[in-house]
């Protein structure tokens, strides 16, 4: 109950956990053209590969009967001449993309060029800016959203293995208490035949007790052989009870161990759940 409420509690102040803002700069930066205006964005935990594969999707999103121009690589820059970006402007671009990787996060430069020159730079239509601003943002949001979306998918799978785990240990006590309850009432069938063996021993009961013509043992040799034997089966089925008591002992600590893990990745996967939704 301790550690419901912890988790509740924890779970609580996810709410109040600040995201990483997806601001978009206007910004001179080097480029196959020189040093001109480029949209720059930083996008957290997004890799560079799935950066190209949505800006590709982003910029053409094709169709049946629609051709969209070609996306090329040449050196460092990803480009795409003579697009119409209609929530930007209806004339065409030249569209460079640069994608750079830094730890935990990713830069990725737009510049786009029309026969005017480019976008953002001094003189340009302020609406343009403002539209092409507003564009690569809601690209940088939703690359951040697939970026974590596969976080959480992981931190569930994670979740999901530890809470298998979990329950192939509590399969497996299942089976060691069977054991237990078996080993304790193979002891007490064995006691009552160890009872029943010494009375016949001491009252002389094994007079009659029939032995084979081949065995040289008398009678009470032979009742005090089977006692010996039964005696013997009795301690195997007491170290077997304690052999399946021990890893009872072991499987619960263990299972206490993977309970806490599992409530710390519930805690994880909340967490990544609240950054998500936050993404905007």
Same mark, same amino acid.
């Given at each position: 109950? !301790? !550690?419901?409420?912890?988790? &509740?509690?924890?779970? $609580?102040? &996810?709410?109040?956990?600040?995201?990483?803002?997806?601001? #978009?700069?206007?910004?001179?930066?080097?480029?196959?053209?020189?040093?001109?205006?480029?949209?720059?964005?930083?996008?957290?935990?997004?890799?560079?590969?799935?950066?190209? *594969?949505?800006?590709?999707?982003?910029?053409?999103?094709?169709?049946?009967?629609?051709?969209?121009?070609?996306?090329?690589?040449?050196? =460092?820059?990803?480009?795409?001449?003579?697009?119409?970006?209609?929530?930007?402007?209806?004339?065409?671009?030249?569209?460079?993309?640069?994608?750079?990787?830094?730890?935990?996060?990713?830069? #990725?430069?737009?510049?786009?060029?029309? @026969?005017?020159?480019?976008?953002?730079?001094?003189?340009?239509?302020? %609406?343009?800016?403002? $539209? $092409?601003?507003?564009?690569?943002?809601?690209?940088?949001?939703?690359?951040?959203?697939? %970026? #974590? @979306?596969? @976080?959480?998918? %992981? *931190?569930?799978?994670?979740?999901?293995?530890?809470?298998? =785990?979990?329950?192939?240990? /509590?399969?497996?006590?299942?089976?060691?208490?069977?054991?237990?309850? =078996?080993? /304790?009432?193979?002891?007490?069938? &064995? !006691?009552? @035949?160890?009872? /029943? /063996?010494?009375?016949?021993?001491?009252?002389?009961?094994?007079?009659?007790?029939?032995?084979?013509?081949? =065995?040289?043992?008398?009678? +009470?040799e032979e009742m005090e052989k089977e006692l010996k034997d039964t005696e013997k089966d009795l301690k195997k089925a007491q170290k077997s009870q304690s052999k399946f008591e021990r890893k009872i002992s072991k499987n619960e600590r263990s299972q206490r161990n993977k309970e806490d893990e599992i409530a710390? +990745?519930?805690?994880?996967?909340?967490?990544?759940?609240?950054? &998500? !939704?936050?993404?905007?």
């Amino acid at each position: 109950m !301790k !550690k419901l409420f912890l988790i &509740l509690l924890m779970v $609580a102040g &996810l709410g109040a956990t600040a995201q990483e803002p997806i601001e #978009v700069k206007v910004e001179e930066r080097p480029s196959s053209q020189g040093v001109v205006t480029a949209f720059e964005v930083v996008v957290p935990q997004a890799t560079s590969k799935d950066a190209i *594969e949505l800006w590709k999707k982003t910029i053409m999103p094709g169709g049946l009967f629609k051709k969209n121009p070609k996306m090329e690589k040449v050196k =460092d820059e990803w480009i795409v001449r003579d697009i119409v970006i209609s929530d930007i402007t209806s004339l065409p671009l030249n569209v460079m993309t640069q994608v750079s990787s830094f730890p935990g996060n990713i830069y #990725v430069r737009v510049f786009f060029q029309s @026969e005017g020159g480019f976008l953002g730079s001094p003189g340009s239509s302020e %609406a343009t800016t403002e $539209a $092409a601003t507003r564009y690569v943002r809601d690209y940088a949001v939703e690359l951040y959203k697939q %970026a #974590v @979306e596969k @976080e959480l998918k %992981a *931190e569930e799978a994670e979740l999901r293995k530890a809470e298998n =785990d979990l329950n192939a240990m /509590q399969r497996k006590n299942k089976s060691f208490n069977r054991k237990v309850n =078996d080993a /304790q009432k193979e002891q007490g069938a &064995l !006691k009552e @035949e160890v009872n /029943q /063996q010494e009375k016949m021993l001491e009252n002389k009961e094994y007079i009659n007790l029939e032995v084979s013509g081949n =065995d040289k043992r008398t009678p +009470q040799e032979e009742m005090e052989k089977e006692l010996k034997d039964t005696e013997k089966d009795l301690k195997k089925a007491q170290k077997s009870q304690s052999k399946f008591e021990r890893k009872i002992s072991k499987n619960e600590r263990s299972q206490r161990n993977k309970e806490d893990e599992i409530a710390k +990745q519930k805690i994880k996967v909340e967490e990544v759940k609240t950054k &998500l !939704k936050n993404i905007r």
